[in-house]
């Protein structure tokens, strides 16, 4: 398949690779474009951010969770000829597993795709002289020549244009443009990342003046020449197992009713994993535990993802007639999945930075509190004891990113981190129940999608026979 596409990367975290990514989406978007974005690695705000902002289509792309032809896969699944992606890296541009492994890396998925890059260099502090050894060093380290053009962030446009003839003399890269330092067209970040799309005032706007900046300071048509030199994407067809877990539907019985939390609070989720209980055989049905009183209505299953409960920990609280209702219905054995900011909200208290705690549903004995530090980052593959919602033996890839901690962690799996081999207890699992820090990547392992959509059709199945 022949699709426009270009990366946007950096050496480092910081560099303006989301400012950059952004203002040109819009730019793109401004001049009627099909364009799409992806994000590199796990990372669930900033795709949110392109489609709640923007208004342009966009999910992940990651090595480790989906390995080169799956990744492959889902660059192309939905892109038609006429569009243009753009995929946003991750930390620094070689930076991957464990700091030690291609794997995972901008880099890694940009050689997988084919995909050229744009390097984005943050020079704010650093003059001609130095700003050339630095990218001289990641031009060398580029093995596959996949670094098509630069563009130098937080400069002057004085400095740019003694800097930018240096470089290209020098070095033999074309120097695209360049963004200014203004402080007021930055986006927000807090400890997992940007800000909610919702939380910034006027953010439309200001998305327009940084578009407008950007076209006015950067080669818009140089990065689509880039783009459309982009080699021919080689697709191999998915797998007979895929094919049988995406096709195969619920069995022997209905399809049963997932509750799947969705609000400010709750909204960190793979498109991937929802799409797959769906294809297994579930139908979804999102509910809000901020704002409704109870689940919905004829619910087998409870999803409760990730996000920012903390934030919302009053509201949460205040809530009563959820909290009761999520209370009752995993006392009466309704399947529940929750991961990390959906697992804080399970316990008996939340207690946030400011040192106030606030009761929360209360399924889980103890309470979370933060640490003011990063407890847990990065890859895993987890195993579960039990052999409830994976068979003994087999391992699902998931990731770890909170700065909150728990009295009770679980025992129910193990972790383990995919370079070093270290693991780690976590996970409260039992027959009918998944709650943990841990965010899970279905299609990694669809057996656990699928162990999870058959458990709700036996808790539907005894609904209706009245055992329950």
Known sequence: MRLRRVMIAAPKSGSGKTTITCALLKVLQDRGEKALSYKCGPDYIDPMFHEKAIGIPSGNLDTFFTGEDETR?????????????????????????GGSREEGSSYHLAKVTK?????????????????????????????????KGVLLNRISEGCYKTVKPMIEEELQISVLGFFPDVEDLCIESRYLGLVMPYELDGIKKKLQKMAEKLENTISVSAIMEIAERAEELEVEEEGREGKTFAEEKARPIGRPVIAVAKDEAFCFYYGENLLLLEKIGAEIKYFSPIWDQ??????????????????????????????????????????????????????????????????????????????????????????????????????????????????????????????????????????????????????SNPEFARAFVEKMARYKSMLEEGRI
């Open 73 to 97: 896969r889902i660059l192309t699944g939905n892109a038609k000829e006429e569009n243009i992606a753009v995929i946003e890296g991750v930390m620094g541009l070689f930076d991957g597993l």
């Open 115 to 147: 995909t050229p890059i744009i390097l984005v260099i943050d020079v704010k502090g650093m003059g001609g002289r130095s700003i050339i050894p630095l990218l001289a060093g990641f031009l060398f380290y580029d093995k596959e020549q996949m670094i």
């Open 294 to 443: 109870e689940l919905p209505s004829g619910c087998h299953g409870i999803l409760l993802g990730g996000g920012y409960p903390e934030l919302h920990a009053e509201k949460l609280s205040s809530n009563h007639g959820m909290r009761r209702s999520i209370r009752q219905a995993v006392k009466s054995g309704m399947p529940i999945v929750a991961e990390c900011g959906g697992f804080m909200y399970l316990h008996t208290f939340l207690t946030g930075q400011d040192g106030t705690s606030y009761a929360m549903v209360g399924t889980i004995p103890g309470k979370c509190f933060y640490t003011d530090r990063l407890v847990r980052f990065g890859y895993i593959e987890i195993q579960e004891e039990g052999g409830f919602f994976l068979p003994k033996g087999k391992r699902i890839k998931g990731h770890e990113f909170h700065y909150f901690d728990s009295t009770d962690n679980g025992n129910g799996a193990m972790a383990v981190k995919p370079v070093t081999g270290r693991s780690y207890p976590c996970i409260i699992a039992g027959e009918n129940y998944w709650m943990g820090f841990p965010h899970l990547y279905y299609p």
